[in-house]
Each structure stands twice: as structure tokens, then as C-alpha cells.
């Protein structure tokens, strides 16, 4: 049993949802499934009735509530007792969804003398993070778009590579690479929200450089777009490559194919203008997890 298969359960029942677990931990619904799913197999029970249409739990899981909570403040206690606490309370950092175990790791590797005060990091959507750093809300973000406010600085992180994922045996996928012409005949998905964000702008445009036109399909707000890939005749997508390597591809049926026409998106760590010795901080962080 893992502490972040505990901290997954906690998430779904506070916040009602696979869904809302994800968005508030800042990584991938199936991530969250897939850690449930492993932690109900090491305790031999289920701990979800996943028969009914909104989540609940199982005699056995409300059993193990109480336990998990507690193993959860007991972490929190060690945290606290161990690390330096700052009189301005915790570095807060808001990321995109997915990111936030990628920035955790990052973070903990930094000496409490360089980041002496306790980071929490948040789960924020995109139209939001910027500003809410410019009033206080947020110390940091990491963002995938140009600082829109003069008083935000930004540090640059390690590009985002973008790598095409398929259901298993996708009849234009026969190598470790493929061409986005390959792809010209087959239906793109998206969900609607992610329409106009970078993720689709860039696979959209390389797609155009390709001299192809994508078949695009919008998927309804909330739709998972992997689980699309095998109810959706040959449809393909894109993922963060920081993403697939949390994905038990297997357990899924897709799998994640580099693609010959490089696909990837800037990021970078914004501060305010009175902050900048803490985004260097953060950005020399992050490049030194990511670079290794």
C-alpha cells in the first residue's frame, strides 16, 4: 500500500468523483482509476460501488475511511515536524492538471535552505492561474502560454513533448513512430473544453504543416478522450509525454507513439516582479528533475 493510493481514495470521496479527484490532485483521471483499482487489490475487497451512477462507497470502504485519514495526518504531522515552517505560511504553486505530481517530486528534492517554507501545489485551471498569482492568491504557476500581465516574470521550464496515443493495434501504427499523415483519415479527438487550449492548437497546426487537414471530433465536457480511443473507430489523440509515463498502457489498450513531426509545447514558471529569487528557485528546481 502506498501513501498516494491513500491520498487518491480521500480525494474521490471529498470530492465526489474520479473526476474531481484528478482536478484537484492535478494529474490524469486514469491515474486516479488505476491506483484505486491496484489499492483494492492489495486489500482484497472493493472499495467503490461503481454500479451506480455517482461514486459511493462500499461497507468495506467506509471501514477503511477512518484508517486512511489517519495514515494522511500522520504525514502531515512528520511533514510539519521535519521542514522549517515560514511565518508567510506555504509556497503555493498552481499547475496544469498533471503536472502536480511532476512538481512535487521536483519540489522535495529541493534543501529546505533554498525553499524554506512548505509547498503546496494546486491544481488550477488555465484562464485563472496567471491572475491569480498577480493578486496574491498563488506565489507561483506554471503556465504553457505567455505572461499576459506586465507585473508576471516568467523563468523557462523544459518543453512539453506531445506524443500520439491510439487503442492497441491501430492499423496506421506498425513502428515506434508514425507520420501525422498517416493519421490524415482517421478522427481526431478532443473534448470540448480543450478546444483553443495549447494542446489542440499545436496538434491541430503541426497537422496543417503536415498538409493535412484533421478529422476533428469534439468529444462532451468531462469525456475521458483515451477511453474514446476504443469506442471511437480508429480515433487517435495526443498526450504529455510527462503524462504516459503515469498510464498502465496495458490495463488501458492504448499505447503512446513518438511522432516524426516533433510536437511540443513551451512551459515556464511566472512570478511576480517582487518575487523573482523565488521562480529561479522553482525554475532551477523543476529543470533539474526534468533533465535527468
Not at 36 to 63: M, N, P
Not at 183 to 203: N, R, S
Request: proline share 7%.
Amino acid at each position: 500500500m502506498e501513501l498516494r493510493q491513500v491520498r487518491y481514495f480521500i480525494a474521490v470521496i471529498d470530492t465526489g468523483s474520479f473526476t474531481g479527484a484528478a482536478a484537484s490532485l492535478s494529474i490524469v483521471q486514469s491515474a486516479v482509476s488505476q491506483q484505486i483499482s491496484r489499492l483494492e487489490r492489495e486489500l482484497g475487497t472493493d472499495l467503490f460501488d461503481r454500479k451506480r451512477r455517482t461514486v459511493q462507497l462500499t461497507v468495506t470502504g467506509r471501514q477503511f475511511e477512518p484508517f486512511a485519514r489517519s495514515m494522511l495526518d500522520t504525514e502531515r504531522a512528520a511533514r510539519s515536524a521535519l521542514s522549517p515552517s515560514s511565518p508567510t505560511g506555504p509556497t503555493r504553486i498552481g499547475v496544469p492538471t498533471g503536472l502536480g505530481a511532476l512538481v512535487t517530486a521536483a519540489i522535495s528534492a529541493v534543501p529546505p535552505r533554498v525553499l524554506p517554507a512548505p509547498v503546496e501545489v494546486i491544481g488550477v485551471p488555465s484562464p485563472d492561474r496567471e491572475q491569480k498569482v498577480v493578486d496574491g492568491e498563488l506565489d507561483a504557476a506554471i503556465v504553457r502560454t505567455h505572461p499576459t500581465h506586465s507585473d508576471l516574470v516568467s523563468y523557462a521550464l523544459p518543453a512539453d513533448e506531445l506524443l500520439v496515443v491510439v487503442a492497441t493495434g491501430h492499423p496506421a501504427i506498425s513502428v515506434d513512430r508514425v507520420r501525422l499523415a498517416d493519421l490524415a483519415e482517421h478522427p481526431l479527438v478532443f473534448t470540448v473544453d480543450a478546444i483553443g487550449e495549447p494542446v489542440c492548437t499545436t496538434t491541430i497546426a503541426s497537422c496543417r504543416r503536415a498538409g493535412i487537414e484533421p478529422r476533428l471530433q469534439v468529444l462532451s465536457p468531462g469525456a475521458d478522450p483515451l477511453s474514446a480511443l476504443t469506442t471511437v473507430t480508429h480515433a487517435w489523440s495526443v498526450f504529455f509525454a510527462a503524462h504516459a509515463r503515469q498510464l498502465n498502457t496495458t490495463a488501458l489498450g492504448i499505447e503512446f507513439v513518438r511522432c516524426d513531426e516533433s510536437m511540443t509545447i513551451a512551459k515556464s514558471v511566472v512570478v511576480r516582479r517582487d518575487r523573482t529569487d523565488l521562480g529561479a528557485r522553482i525554475a532551477a528546481a523543476i529543470n533539474d528533475e526534468e533533465n535527468r
